[in-house]
């Protein structure tokens, strides 16, 4: 796997330094921060948004799709896009959509819901439709302009734990969402969709600290170099990226259900159990990428080797469970072994391209998360229908094959 240490002369005189500082860090951990805390915060409250709108089940999953959709679409752009514009202010626009995206489904959900008769349900679905793919499509630009920056400015053995840094921000964002939308939920449903709407002005003021990233390759194309999936040096690391995504996915979609079929949890059992277990896998995210970050002499192979078996371990585990609250303690350890996994991949996509590539390359592995939200719903709740063990089954195949790639490399 080639990598920048055997890169042309012209690029190695400008390689990047060791690590970016804290300082630097700053705008792009709050941003990560903001914006995974809004999409997680619109997560925990869809539920009861839909119920509130007259929306089925299958429109939600039509908002979903679309989502991944426009995900997929956008995601190679941001990539060309950051280097040809400049990163901050790439990353500016993209945090300035996500505000503006969620400012409008607020502004609709507080007036639907002031009027005596609430609006027709495809009124509904059309506005939660649009506002949504705009906030996909703007929120795909966030990772892929920060994990490009991240890249550009940091030495190829310190990327791993300098991307569980960026990670380890968002996974703080997974886990205080959840309960305070649950707070201000009781002020109205549209109050913590205003919050989501705020938040990424927050990292918008930080961002005039953030330097520019250093192109690496003053003979780089305007319009910034285009990396595909399948390009033989990201290929493997892509592959993982979409096993890890859809993994997430698939249990975020299913454990619901399971709990209270297979559990016998109550309604209001399984969502407060479903909760506490994505809290305690938020919490075990932000503790193994802290873990990450302050060992940057580990390989990001290692890393991944350790995460795929733990996450396996802790999924698979689910299956074993007899009551609700070992659903807690599964999630806890497969969260730990996800947040060893995906840094670890980030860093072997960005060790395997050249400086000027880096926004294109993180372009392309942006797009297996959004490939991830079209195929994994779909795919868990059809494996769910058949047999509730099946999804589970499938997660720890998933995990195991992400094992075994990285014990081939």
Not at 27 to 42: D, E, I, K, Q, R
Not at 180 to 195: D, K, Q, R, T
Not at 244 to 266: K, P, Q, R, W
Not at 324 to 336: D, L, N, R
Request: aromatic share 8%; with cysteine; proline share 7%.
């Amino acid at each position: 796997m080639s990598t920048v240490l055997n890169a042309p002369s012209s690029v190695a005189d400008s390689a990047p330094p060791q690590a970016p500082t804290t300082r630097q860090m700053t705008p792009l951990m709050a941003a990560n921060f903001a914006v995974l805390s809004s999409n997680y915060a619109f997560v925990a409250l869809v539920g009861a948004l839909a119920h509130t709108l007259s929306l089925h089940a299958w429109q939600l999953g039509l908002v979903i799709a679309m989502v991944g959709v426009m995900w997929v679409a956008s995601a190679p752009r941001w990539g060309r896009l950051a280097p040809r514009l400049g990163h901050v202010a790439a990353l500016r626009r993209a945090l300035a959509g996500v505000a503006i995206s969620f400012g409008l489904l607020a502004a609709y959900v507080h007036w639907a819901l002031g009027q005596t008769v609430l609006p027709g349900a495809g009124v509904s679905l059309g506005l939660l439709l649009l506002t949504r793919v705009a906030a996909g499509a703007f929120t795909a630009g966030v990772p892929v302009v920060c994990m490009g920056w991240i890249a550009s400015r940091t030495a190829p053995a310190a990327r791993a734990a300098v991307m569980a840094r960026y990670g380890a921000a968002g996974a703080v964002g997974m886990v205080v969402a959840p309960p305070v939308v649950g707070w201000l939920g009781s002020f109205g449903l549209s109050a913590p969709l205003w919050l989501a709407a705020l938040l990424p002005l927050v990292p918008l003021v930080l961002l005039n600290r953030l330097p520019a990233a250093p192109t690496g390759n003053a003979a780089a194309p305007t319009k910034g170099p285009t990396l595909r999936p399948f390009d033989k040096r990201i290929r493997a690391a892509w592959f993982s990226a979409l096993a890890l995504y859809s993994v997430v996915i698939i249990a975020n979609v299913c454990i619901g259900f399971y709990l209270i079929d297979e559990l016998g949890a109550t309604s209001a059992g399984a969502a407060a159990a479903t909760g506490t277990a994505l809290g305690a896998a938020g919490l075990a995210l932000m503790l193994s990428q802290t873990v990450v970050s302050r060992h940057p002499d580990v390989t990001p192979r290692a890393w991944l080797r350790a995460g795929a078996v733990l996450a396996a371990l802790g999924f698979g585990s689910i299956l074993f469970t007899t009551q609700p609250w070992m659903v807690a303690v599964c999630f806890f350890v497969a969260g730990c072994g996800m947040g060893l996994s995906f840094p670890s991949v980030s860093a072997r996509a960005a060790n395997g391209v050249q400086p000027h590539e880096q926004g294109a390359c993180a372009g392309a592995m942006s797009i297996a998360q959004g490939a991830s939200m079209v195929i994994a719903p779909v795919l868990g709740a059809g494996l769910y229908e058949w047999t509730p063990a099946a999804p589970f089954v499938l997660m720890a195949a998933l995990l195991t094959a992400v094992l075994v790639g990285a014990l081939r490399d």
